[in-house]
C-alpha cells in the first residue's frame, strides 16, 4: 500500500469542526488503502508557547480524537510526535542544506511571524517547515494529505528530499502533495472569511468537537448569514449561507443543490435548525468515544506507545541512512 503521512496539532482542548471536515474524515477515507502514519505534532504545537501542563493534556486529548474520529491505532500507525526523537534529528540535518532565504519565503512564517513581531518569533517557528519535511521524509512518505495552505510546506520537502538525494545519494522518496478540496474548507460561523482556526481570537464561530451538544446548536443557530433570506450557494455573495451549505453537504455526503432544493422557500431558522440536527449528531458519539477513551489515559497511553514503536522502526532506519550517507561516525 502507498505510505501516507500527515498530522495535527494539539493546540487546542478539542479538534474544531474545520478539522474533522478538512483532515479527520478525509484521513478516515484514505486509511483503508494506504499505510498511513498520522502523528499529533507537540515537537510543532511549541514553535508558539504552549502551557505545559496544558499541551500534555491537549496531546491525549488531540489522541482521543482521532481515535474516537474513526482513525483505527492497529490499521494505521497513531503517534505522538516527541515519542520519535528522530524527527528532531533529522530535521537538524535537513536544516543544514535549506537556505535561509528558502526558508524565509514561506508564507505562513511570514504571516505568523508579522502578527507576533520579530522579537516574540522563535528560531524554531522559522524551522517549522524543515521540521514537516522531516517529517514525512523519515517515513518515506509518498502521499501528503494537506489544505491548500501546506502546498509550499510539501513543495520544500520534495526540494530538501531531491537536493539531499543528489548530494549524498538516494535516500529519500519525494513526496507528493494530495491537496485537499478547496469544498472541504470551513470558515468561522462568526466571521465567514476566515478559516475556522483552533486558534481564533474569539469561539463564538468555532464550533469544537467536544462541546456540549447545546452549546453546538446555539453556536450555528447565532451563524452570521445576510438578508435575502434564500438558501443557496455563493461564495462571495453570500459567504455564511454558504459555508452553512458546505458543511451540511460535507457531512452528509449529499450535493449542494438537493440541500438547496429542500430549504428552498423556507428560511434561515429551519435550515440552521437542520444543520444544528446534521452536526450534533454527527458529533455525538465521537465526542462520547473521545471521553470514553479520556476516562482511561493510562490505556490511552498504552496505545500511543505502541504506535510509537511501529513508528520508530520505520525512522530509525531512514535515520541510520541519512546519518550514514551525511557522513556521522556511527558508534561502534
Ligand atoms: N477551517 C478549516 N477547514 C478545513 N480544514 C481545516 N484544517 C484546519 N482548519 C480547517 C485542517 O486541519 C488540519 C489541522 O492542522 P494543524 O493542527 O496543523 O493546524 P491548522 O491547519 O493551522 O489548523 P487550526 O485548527 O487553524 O490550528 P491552529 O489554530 O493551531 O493553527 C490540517 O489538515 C488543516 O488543513
Same mark, same amino acid.
Given at each position: 500500500?502507498?505510505?501516507?503521512y500527515s498530522?495535527?496539532q494539539?493546540?487546542?482542548d478539542?479538534?474544531?469542526l474545520g478539522?474533522?471536515i478538512?483532515a479527520l474524515? +478525509?484521513w &478516515?477515507?484514505? +486509511?483503508?488503502?494506504h *499505510? ?9 504545537a511549541i514553535?508558539?508557547?504552549q ?11 488531540? $489522541?482521543?480524537q482521532y481515535?474516537?474520529?474513526g ?6 500507525? =497513531?503517534?505522538? +510526535?516527541?515519542h520519535v526523537p ?8 535537513l536544516n543544514t542544506?535549506?537556505?535561509f532565504?528558502? /526558508? ?5 512564517f ?6 507576533q513581531g ?7 517557528? #522559522?524551522?517549522y517547515p524543515v521540521l514537516?519535511a $522531516?517529517?514525512?521524509?523519515l ?6 494529505p494537506?489544505?491548500?495552505?501546506q502546498? +509550499? ?5 520534495? *526540494?530538501?528530499?531531491?537536493? #539531499?538525494? @543528489? ?12 491537496i =485537499? ?5 470551513v ?5 465567514p472569511?476566515? &478559516?475556522m482556526s483552533?486558534? $481564533?481570537?474569539?469561539?463564538?464561530g468555532?464550533?469544537w468537537?467536544?462541546?456540549e451538544?447545546s ?9 452570521v448569514?445576510?438578508?435575502d433570506?434564500?438558501?443557496? #450557494? *455563493?461564495r462571495?455573495?453570500k459567504?455564511?449561507i454558504?459555508?452553512l451549505?458546505?458543511?451540511?453537504? @460535507?457531512l ?6 438537493s440541500i ?5 422557500g423556507?428560511?434561515?431558522? *429551519?435550515?440552521?435548525?437542520? =444543520?444544528?440536527?446534521v452536526?450534533?449528531?454527527t458529533f455525538?458519539?465521537?465526542?462520547e468515544?473521545?471521553?470514553?477513551? %479520556?476516562?482511561?489515559?493510562?490505556e490511552?497511553?498504552?496505545i %500511543?506507545?505502541r504506535n510509537?514503536d511501529?513508528a ?7 535515520m541510520?541512512? /541519512?546519518y550514514?550517507?551525511?557522513g ?5
Open positions: 500500500l502507498p505510505r501516507l498530522g495535527m494539539p493546540s487546542a478539542s479538534l474544531q478539522n474533522y478538512g474524515l +478525509q &478516515k477515507d484514505l +486509511q483503508a488503502s *499505510d498511513a502514519f498520522f502523528s499529533v505534532v507537540d515537537m510543532h514553535t508558539v508557547a502551557d505545559p501542563h496544558e499541551l500534555r493534556e491537549k496531546t491525549r486529548r488531540t $489522541a482521543a481515535i474516537a474520529a482513525i483505527d491505532p492497529s490499521a494505521s500507525t =497513531l503517534y505522538v +510526535q516527541s528522530a524527527h528532531a534529528e533529522l530535521a537538524w540535518v542544506i535549506t537556505g532565504g528558502e /526558508a524565509a519565503r514561506m508564507t505562513q511570514k504571516d505568523k511571524s508579522a502578527k520579530t522579537e516574540a518569533t522563535s528560531v524554531g517557528l #522559522f524551522a514537516m $522531516a517529517d514525512i521524509l517515513y518515506d512518505a509518498e502521499i501528503v494537506v489544505g491548500d495552505d502546498r +509550499q510546506h510539501v513543495e520544500l520537502t520534495r *526540494d530538501l528530499a531531491e537536493r #539531499f538525494n @543528489s548530494r549524498f545519494g538516494d535516500t529519500f522518496v519525494v513526496p507528493q502533495a494530495m =485537499l478540496k478547496e469544498s472541504a474548507r470558515y468561522d460561523l462568526q466571521s472569511t476566515s &478559516k483552533k486558534s $481564533a481570537e474569539s469561539h463564538a468555532v464550533v468537537l467536544l462541546d451538544p452549546v453546538t446548536r446555539k453556536k450555528i443557530m447565532r451563524a448569514t445576510d438578508t433570506g434564500v438558501v443557496s #450557494f *455563493d462571495d455573495g459567504p455564511g454558504s459555508n451549505l458546505t458543511i451540511y453537504a @460535507s452528509t455526503g449529499r450535493s449542494i443543490e438547496e432544493l429542500e430549504y428552498d423556507k428560511g434561515y431558522g *429551519d435550515f440552521k435548525k437542520g =444543520l444544528a440536527e452536526v450534533v449528531e455525538a458519539p465521537v465526542r468515544r473521545a471521553l470514553e477513551l %479520556l476516562s482511561d489515559p493510562a490511552l497511553d498504552r %500511543l506507545a510509537a511501529r520508530s522502526e520505520v525512522a530509525e532506519a531512514t541510520e541512512k /541519512a550514514d550517507r551525511i556521522f561516525l556511527r558508534r561502534a
